[in-house]
């Protein structure tokens, strides 16, 4: 059933770095006794809340020597499946397959030694994992079907699915990409960089004719998608470091757009985020993180208290650093 | 499939359903009072109960074409209160956006229902428990589903009238998409797709059947639908106490025929009523409020002579 009563939402916070302090202590009083977090107060630990609660809490400039850190480290190595993977549901002997958190994963843990062989796996396995969509054998059969015209996407490129044997995904396929980009060459698999140009090129075929994404279906039927912000911003901070095309400035003049209509607290921080990485001003929008109290968005969940605490900090390092604004850098 | 399974009952020993058709032209009107007295006449066993609301979030939506209208969500939501009803919960996964706030946002929902605080589930990402799949109408084997589903005494699907560009149409079953977990499954929850949609809505109606059914049908959606496709006025809710017999005469409203739609044919051996004779009508005759619905020419056998 649903998570236990909070405490009536305080009135929202008068400073950012009020709410940003308010926010993770929140956060870090949300983690369980096994080290995990759960999506919602004393809920199940799973790894993808576990995951966002570790790149909020310890970003690389806060210390990583302490309980909290330990114990989420731990519960991350132990959820670790035989194959590198990690599972997207609760623990089990029943869950033998990993999923998308598995790039999650191995984002949270770049950078902490003792995880060196979980890294490393990790990493094999994404190298590893092919999406079932675009195999030779399923090509060959969509080419004999009739509604081969349904979508006008190429299935030539080869991304990344939210779990095993399933298509190609923008979002799950964009934090593989910073998964990758984020290991030491050294941990890689030599079919690494091209696992990442076939991806790069899959977010760019996906993308919405009038620029940003949705969560891989640019046109179906001959209509066009609407573009959706939180794909955008995860199509975009992967790409970020990617060969300019065309379609990332359109991209990003679509989320500047965007943005003035945001009005819930997850897409207003992620897309807070993504701007401010891309250099861009962000335009005054309908509402401000500073509208929410940090219970108000626990509310929505973990990772969404997560990604509004790493908005919020200056000094963040993951998903990238702020960049110095350029006037008309979206246009 | 397994006969093991409570929800399965062969067609001949189930007993006959009751749907109900009510005329609305408008969200304007008295939804409350039209709902609660429709509501009435099936003398639900809900009192003291804890119901869940399952409308059909399935994106941004500022005209109110796609989703489930909140008017008809929050007048269901009172009826079910002043039935007696001890809790009445709402509550969806949305299958294509993770920002399920940014939905009920743009739909409004807090204006029409008030404060919802813990009464609004996303199921996305509520606490799962697996399920296995005895019905094996796919190939797989369990699917992890809501503990909020699949706690709850009385389960109610409220879609939106529409047609599907894969599935023919999206009605009360096919609503039942939206309680598989996006946490677990991704967004969308492609593992459903390539199961095969007709037959994930058998496994996944057959391990959490709906108690009942509340279509929205006042303003529908036809064509490429459930979400690129063009308003259609139908002027009806359908209210029943199987979802499958709701679906059937949906899509006799809609001018099609419901055991060509594949998913709602095999629905009618084991899962509820989809013949007419099977099928107690209440309310409005079909004929009198029946409105042809475009389809994609690949569903052009659903449509009725």
């Not at chain 1, 080419?143 to 095993?164: A, F, M, N, V």
């Not at chain 2, 809505?201 to 959606?221: E, Q, S, V, Y």
Request: glycine content about 8%; overall charge neutral; proline content about 7%.
């Amino acid at each position: 059933m649903n998570a236990p009563e909070m405490p009536d939402p305080l009135p929202p916070a008068e400073s950012t770095e009020e709410q940003r302090i308010e926010c993770l202590s929140l956060l870090a009083s949300l983690q369980n006794a096994d080290g995990g977090w759960g999506f919602r107060a004393g809920g199940q630990s799973r790894v993808e809340p576990t995951c966002w609660a570790a790149l909020a809490l310890f970003q690389s400039s806060q210390p990583k020597n302490n309980d909290t850190y330990r114990k989420l480290q731990e519960f991350l190595h132990a959820r670790q499946l035989p194959d590198g993977s990690w599972p997207t549901g609760p623990a089990g002997p029943e869950m033998s397959g990993g999923g998308w958190v598995t790039s999650l994963a191995c984002c949270a843990l770049a950078g902490s030694a003792e995880s060196d062989q979980q890294l490393r796996a990790g990493l094999q396995w994404i190298c590893e994992d092919f999406p079932r969509d675009s195999s030779p054998w399923q090509r060959f059969i969509r080419k004999l079907r009739p509604e081969s015209h349904i979508s006008s996407q190429s299935d030539s490129y080869r991304g990344w699915g939210w779990t095993p044997k399933t298509s190609s995904w923008v979002e799950p396929t964009s934090f593989a990409l910073m998964a990758l980009r984020e290991s030491s060459r050294e941990k890689l698999l030599k079919c690494a960089s091209q696992r990442r140009e076939s991806g790069i090129s899959l977010l760019y075929d996906r993308m919405c004719p009038g620029g940003g994404w949705n969560c891989g279906n640019p046109r179906v039927y001959g209509v066009d998608g609407d573009a959706l912000v939180l794909p955008t911003c995860w199509a975009l901070l992967a790409l970020r470091d990617a060969p300019e095309k065309p379609g990332r400035a359109l991209s990003l003049a679509w989320l500047q757009r965007a943005f003035a209509k945001i009005e819930s607290p997850g897409s207003l921080a992620v897309a807070e985020m993504t701007l401010e990485i891309y250099g861009t001003q962000a335009p005054v929008a309908r509402r401000s993180l500073q509208d929410w109290s940090a219970e108000e968005i626990a509310e929505n969940g973990t990772h969404v208290i997560a990604w509004v605490c790493m908005a919020l900090d200056a000094q963040r390092s993951w998903p990238g650093v702020k960049q110095q604004i350029i006037a008309g850098a979206a246009r | 499939m397994n006969l093991r399974n409570r929800q399965l009952i062969p067609s001949f020993s189930r007993p006959a359903s009751r749907v109900m058709i009510r005329k609305v032209a408008r969200y304007e009107e008295d939804l409350f009072a039209l709902i609660y007295e429709s509501l009435r006449e099936f003398q639900l066993p809900v009192k003291d109960k804890t119901i869940l609301l399952k409308p059909n979030l399935v994106g941004l939506d500022p005209q109110g074409v796609m989703n489930t209208h909140p008017a008809v969500i929050a007048a269901a939501r009172e009826s079910f209160l002043k039935l007696g009803a001890a809790r009445v919960m709402i509550g969806d996964g949305p299958a294509m956006d993770r920002d399920t706030q940014a939905i009920l946002e743009s739909v409004r929902l807090k204006e029409f229902t008030g404060k919802l605080g813990h009464d609004f589930c996303d199921l996305n990402i509520d606490d799962v428990e697996r399920v296995v799949l005895e019905t094996r109408a796919t190939r797989l084997k369990e699917l992890f589903l809501p503990k909020t589903v699949l706690g709850v005494d009385f389960l109610v699907s409220m879609p939106k009238l529409k047609t599907h560009h894969w599935a023919g149409v999206t009605l009360s079953l096919k609503n039942m998409f939206g309680i598989v977990p996006g946490s677990c499954y991704g967004w969308p929850k492609n593992v459903l797709h390539w199961a095969g949609i007709d037959r994930s809505i058998l496994d996944i109606n057959a391990a959490a059947r709906p108690d009942f059914a509340i279509i929205d049908g006042i303003l529908g959606m036809e064509g490429n639908g459930p979400i690129q496709g063009s308003p259609k006025s139908a002027g009806v809710l359908l209210f029943g106490d199987d979802p499958v017999a709701v679906d059937a005469t949906a899509c006799r409203v809609m001018g099609l025929l419901p055991e060509k739609v594949e998913y709602l044919g095999r629905a009618g051996t084991m899962l509820g009523h989809v013949e007419v004779s099977k099928i107690q009508q209440l309310g409005e005759g079909i004929e009198g409020v029946k409105t042809p619905f475009a389809v994609l020419p690949e569903f052009g056998k659903l449509v009725a002579g």
